[in-house]
């Protein structure tokens, strides 16, 4: 009878949400296939792809030393205990005791020492499925805090690539920004020189110092922010800013190639978006758990334990005794309180599913959004080397005819302004093109080039 009991299971059966698919990624024509999960499987080494050999070795560290990834592993190791209890309220509980009471009165027969030993077992047969629910619920709580430790480990990495590439943006400016320093202070030089000798206006000094004493401070800026980057990159390695120091070196400013048809299996391997629909699972496993409470519990309980006067009336068959025992218990009326409940966790699975459905829709927008970004970018690069060349063949020749007193130092200044503007233009260009490229193989759930995806053919 327990065991047909136990079939009865009252929790709702589990789809997961429906969610509208589009045909096609709209800024990269790739189409969409039916999902299955892929959360768990290899992301590979995504930053590996920037062809970047201290970026490799600190990803690395930070998956080794990074506090917010010990913390979700250390999350992940809780709600895998939480499994096991729960599980272990599927089976019977033995228990053991024994004590010894020692009495005394006037008399002699109000005197004596009694002895016990007792072994215990109860067990609650699981009729409606609650207990199993609760495990279930357990076991999609377990498995969202699995994908939280692939998400913090996804977060961690992305934000030290973006941490990191800025830094080397940061020396590729200021080597930028000292070299002009150099030439401006080679501007002064001159100006200074054509006043002395009376061919231009004190003017042409004053505006050669303003320009140098301006190049100087964007420097000294550039410089703070390098090393607001490198201690970024100190934390997210799981040190002290002040024990950390990454030496200068040249930048390697390579974008991955995105693939002109991402395949929709990469989204599905998106820690949030495995997390939210394992949410939804545990939700629903709840409003069984609720429901159980409309139907009778049902305990068994059994007990066999001697009592003498000394601890050998233990070990005699004529001091045993023993029990058996069932009790049912059935709420008549709570006014409500059951159905209210039952309300509750059905309230809560729907906020989950929204939840999700939004975690999806936000997935998809991201995606899009970083697709455009890499392609506009990738679309401005050659415009911004051309804008640089002509700047740079503009300034030098200006500065030429200033020489030779043929144009005004304003002329030199707003030329060599345009300069740099169009340099660092370009550089803040190149390591945004990186950033989107983080960023878009953060929104992906990892790296395109994972060994598990299918090929051309399928």
Not at 99 to 105: F, I, K, L, P, V
Not at 249 to 267: C, D, F, I, K
Not at 412 to 429: F, K, N
Request: aromatic share 6%; proline share 4%.
């Amino acid at each position: 009878m327990v065991a047909l009991l136990s079939a009865c299971a009252v929790i709702p059966a589990y789809q997961p949400p429906d969610l509208p698919m589009p045909a096609v990624f709209k800024e990269a024509g790739a189409t969409w296939a039916p999902a299955a999960p892929a959360d768990a499987l290899d992301r590979g080494a995504w930053w590996e792809m920037f062809g970047d050999a201290e970026l490799n070795r600190l990803s690395e560290q930070v998956q080794l030393s990074n506090q917010n990834i010990a913390a979700a592993v250390a999350a992940y190791a809780q709600a895998q205990a939480v499994v096991r209890q729960q599980r272990a309220g599927l089976f019977p509980s033995v228990s053991l005791s024994g004590g010894a009471t020692r009495s005394g009165g006037e008399g002699a027969s109000r005197s004596g020492t009694t002895t016990q030993a007792s072994l215990g077992v109860d067990w609650a047969p699981d009729l409606w499925g609650r207990l199993q629910n609760g495990v279930n619920s357990a076991q999609a709580n377990a498995q969202a805090s699995e994908a939280d430790l692939a998400s913090a480990r996804l977060s961690a990495v992305g934000a030290l690539a973006a941490a990191y590439f800025q830094l080397r943006e940061a020396d590729a400016e200021i080597d930028l920004l000292q070299a002009t320093v150099d030439g401006y202070e080679r501007s002064l030089t001159i100006a200074q020189n054509r006043y002395a000798a009376g061919v231009v206006a004190q003017t042409d000094v004053l505006q050669a110092q303003t320009q140098l004493a301006n190049a100087r401070a964007d420097l000294a800026t550039v410089r703070q922010n390098r090393a607001r980057f490198e201690h970024a990159v100190a934390v997210l390695t799981g040190q002290a800013p002040a024990a950390f120091a990454l030496a200068k070196a040249p930048w390697v400013a390579q974008v991955p190639e995105v693939p002109l048809g991402l395949p929709s299996t990469l989204l599905q391997r998106r820690p949030d978006i495995a997390a939210a629909e394992r949410a939804v699972a545990a939700a629903n496993a709840q409003i069984g758990i609720q429901r159980s409470a409309y139907f009778p519990s049902l305990s068994l309980g059994a007990s066999l334990g001697n009592t003498g006067s000394s601890v050998a009336d233990l070990f005699r068959a004529s001091s045993t005794v023993w029990s058996l025992g069932l009790s049912i218990a059935q709420t008549l009326f709570d006014a409500g309180a059951t159905a209210a409940r039952v309300d509750e966790a059905q309230a809560a699975r729907d906020a989950r599913v929204a939840i999700y459905r939004q975690t999806v829709l936000t997935a998809f927008q991201s995606v899009e959004d970083q697709l455009t970004v890499l392609r506009t970018l990738q679309e401005q690069e050659p415009l911004r080397r051309e804008a640089v060349s002509a700047t740079e063949r503009t300034a030098q020749q200006l500065l030429n005819r200033y020489r030779e007193g043929q144009v005004s130092f304003t002329d030199v200044v707003t030329a060599q302004a345009s300069a740099l503007s169009a340099q660092r233009a370009l550089l803040q260009l190149q390591v945004n093109r990186q950033l989107a490229a983080v960023t878009l193989i953060q929104s992906l759930g990892g790296g395109w080039q994972a060994p598990w995806l299918p090929g051309p053919g399928g």
